[in-house]
């Protein structure tokens, strides 16, 4: 008898409603020196009060939360992380001196097949309620923190459909502040990889989103205040994150 063909598990996440769908690839975006913050070794590896470092915390809760393959995007002082994670995927940035996000997810998605992707900035602590919200939402997703809107970060502005029209460091009026967590789904793989090659070297990768959205493609926030989730570009961030494990 022919063995009946297994299709992707499709989780059903009770708590939204959207599916948590077959999300089976992430980059983490770690290439960086993270020189406002002084440290000298890749923001990156600074230790949580748990014992884990930022990125370790990223890895298992991406494996946690069924993501299987996993790409590290590395440029300063690549050697120590790849030591201390060889479990997952690395691309080099050669140019990460030089070169800001928008390049380093390029470099990693070409790297990658086309399908649903997840991508974080390697900085960010956070819960694994985070990713599993991203990915029970369907569509591109960009998680945002509703409860707060600092001049320094990318900060958001949806229209009356709820589709974001405006991301950036500039958006006046935001609705609230991106938090470096984001999801593009298969159809928009190609079209958001073309974008980010017409960034300048020196554009975060929210150029790329805006140059999406200008040709019409949806991206739409997903509120993560509730949850447990810092950007960490400051010594003060860090110590926003240790109140946690308070």
Known sequence: ??????????????????????????????????????????????????????????????????????????????????????????????????????????????????GDTLWLNGDVFLESAVVDIVLSEKGNVIAVNKAKCDDEEVKYKTGSDGRIVEISKSVERAEGESVGVNKIIAESFNPFMESLGQCKDSDYFERGIEICISKGMDFFPVDISKCKCVEIDFQEDFEKVKEFFE
Do not use: W
């Not at 993270?34 to 990125?55: A, D």
């Not at 995007?73 to 201390?84: A, L, P, R, S, T």
């Open 1 to 114: 008898m022919r063995a009946e063909k297994k299709l992707p598990d499709r989780v059903i996440n009770k708590q939204y409603t959207g599916y948590k769908e077959a999300v089976l690839k992430a980059v983490i975006l770690a290439a960086g020196a993270g020189t406002r913050i002084g440290n000298q070794l890749p923001k990156c590896l600074m230790e949580l009060p748990s014992g884990k470092t930022i990125i370790g915390n990223q890895i298992d809760i991406l494996k946690e939360n069924g993501i299987r393959e996993i790409v590290v995007v590395v440029g300063f002082k690549k050697d120590i992380i790849m030591e201390k994670y060889p479990d997952v995927v690395y691309k080099y940035n050669p140019f990460y001196h030089m070169t800001n996000t928008s390049k380093s997810l390029m470099m990693a998605l070409q790297s990658i097949d086309v």
